[in-house]
T-cell receptor, first 111, second 114 residues
Framework: QKEVEQDPGPLSVPEGAIVSLNCTYS??????FMWYRQYSRKGPELLMYTYSSGNKEDGRFTAQVDKSSKYISLFIRDSQPSDSATYLCAMRDQAGTALIFGKGTTLSVSS | GAGVSQTPSNKVTEKGKYVELRCDPISGHTALYWYRQSLGQGPEFLIY????????DSGLPNDRFFAVRPEGSVSTLKIQRTERGDSAVYLC????????????FGQGTRLTVV
């Protein structure tokens, strides 16, 4: 079992839909949780960062961490065609220097 | 350009050859990371520099891979005796102090070994 599991999709939604992206993980020591967006042939771009459990909101994006279930989510409200990209979850423990990434979920938002 | 710059953007090489991939981090960033992203996968950690020294090289897959950062800015990832399995996008990221929450990634070098 990989440390971080993420359904690769693809996920296709119409413009304006609410999108839910998820990752599960096995290492209970993970404390830092990130979501990255990666457009085709580009490097990952940090979208959201959460420390430990809880919710964080930034505009149309909400990140949730449930450490008891080892489950993290990213919600995108009012999705736009420009949101079409691959979304990567990533996490690390308190002392670690390396981020552990999921495989990424490919999202397509149609207008 | 204020971002992380990686050159070349694409590299095709023959099996068994030696390659060097270059990363120019954001000016003033002391931390530099190399990751490798295979098709359909998330990035996998290779090595982390803090200044000139490799603080964590636990992700390097074998001794054919080596990276340097002699003056604490530009870094070069070196791969000897390339194999077809080395084909991937090699990503570089830098951050001001080592915090991955402020790491900025370059666009990557797409390496193809034929």
């Amino acid at each position: 079992q990989k440390e971080v599991e993420q359904d690769p999709g693809p996920l296709s939604v119409p413009e304006g839909a609410i999108v839910s992206l998820n990752c599960t993980y096995s290492n209970s020591a993970f404390q830092y949780f990130m979501w990255y967006r990666q457009y085709s042939r580009k490097g990952p771009e940090l979208l959201m960062y959460t420390y430990s459990s809880g919710n964080k909101e930034d505009g149309r994006f909400t990140a949730q961490v449930d450490k008891s279930s080892k489950y993290i989510s990213l919600f995108i409200r009012d999705s736009q065609p420009s949101d079409s990209a691959t979304y990567l979850c990533a996490m690390r423990d308190q002392a670690g220097t390396a981020l552990i990434f999921g495989k990424g979920t490919t999202l397509s938002v149609s207008s | 350009g204020a971002g992380v710059s990686q050159t070349p953007s694409n590299k095709v090489t023959e099996k068994g050859k030696y390659v060097e991939l270059r990363c120019d981090p954001i000016s003033g960033h002391t931390a530099l990371y190399w990751y490798r992203q295979s098709l359909g996968q998330g990035p996998e950690f290779l090595i982390y520099f803090q200044g000139t020294g490799a603080a964590d090289d636990s992700g390097l897959p074998n001794d054919r891979f080596f990276a340097v950062r002699p003056e604490g800015s530009v870094s070069t990832l070196k791969i000897q005796r390339t194999e077809r399995g080395d084909s991937a996008v090699y990503l570089c990221a830098s951050s001001p102090w080592g915090g991955l929450t402020e790491a900025f990634f370059g666009q990557g070098t797409r390496l193809t070994v034929v």
